[in-house]
């Protein structure tokens, strides 16, 4: 009689493989938790020695010396945490909530928050930092895909694009309120913001696609890919990373742009609330408003960008090295 090959071994190795792999998995998902914990306590730490600094500064420049006129200038932490608590509208909730000049009484934490100026400012800012950003983005990705294989096009466009990316975004201001200025306040500050992006886009996105290893077009055309195929097949997704990183650039150049627009534009936003609270003389707003703008770019980048590049990077096998 004839015996069957068992199947007993094969079957086996199959299983302690993907139990192996299982296990693997589980480790990387305990060490991802454990780096995420880590960070975020060393980050809280940091915050926390930042405002202990701060406090020590306001003690030695004005508490000690009793040198009120200073302190208009140079609050401390507690007082610009007030001062956000309040323009959030969250003292609403203690009880101390008052709406603002020509406004009666909310009958909801809601309806104290519609009237808040902070959610409306923020709301207002994001919905022009997306058109702008949005309209750079189609229009100076392909741009630069087109300087990175084209003699032509970078001597020429990304020469330009080099040259206009050094220009201050506030030199776009005055053009812009001659141009658009009657279309409305709108129009000024969007064109700012897509010409500060703009050209930021064009430059990062041709710079990733040239950092792609001459190897991986060889490799690619020795399988056949040519024309489109290769570039869209090979190039594009070798080029990611880069990508993303010149998108994350041009989102920071659109952000410092709207920014500054909406200082002289004065039509809303977070930039119209710092001059608001400059000439007021309220530092403590000030402070408050520059804080909340840099709490908003790192959520952006945190939340949206730093995710994409990490997983990117897991996937081209670039995590690198760190000490």
Partial sequence: MTETPSKTAPTSDATRLQQ?????????????RRT?????????????????LWQCAHYLLVTKPQDFSRGALFPSPAQ?????????????????????????MPDSFWGALRLAA??????????RLLQGYFIATMI?????????????????????????QSLPSICWI???????GRAGIAAPILFVTIMGSLFATVVTVADGIRNVSPILARAGRTLGASGPRLYFSVLLPAALPG????????WGFAWRSLMAAELIVNSGGLGFLLQHDRE??????????????????????DLLFKPIERKLQALWGLTGVRS
């Fill in 36 to 52: 995420f914990w880590g960070d975020l306590a060393l980050r809280i730490a940091f915050v926390i020695f930042l405002l202990a």
């Fill in 118 to 127: 902070y959610p409306a400012a923020i709301g207002a800012s994001i919905w």
């Fill in 280 to 301: 007021f003389g309220d530092a403590d707003g000030v402070l408050a408003t520059i804080l909340v703008i840099i709490v908003i770019g790192l959520l952006v980048q």
């Fill in 243 to 250: 990508i993303v990183s010149g998108l994350k650039v041009g």
């Fill in 80 to 104: 610009v945490g007030v001062w956000l608590w309040d323009k959030f509208g969250l003292s609403y909730l203690t009880g101390d909530y008052q709406p603002p000049p020509g406004e009666d």
């Fill in 20 to 32: 192996m792999e299982q296990n693997t998995s589980r480790d990387e998902s305990r060490q991802a």
């Fill in 174 to 180: 005055p053009l812009a309120l001659l141009w658009f």
């Fill in 140 to 164: 100076g990705f392909p741009t630069g895909l087109l300087v990175a294989r084209s003699a032509l096009a970078e001597k020429t466009v990304g020469w330009l694009s080099i040259s206009l």
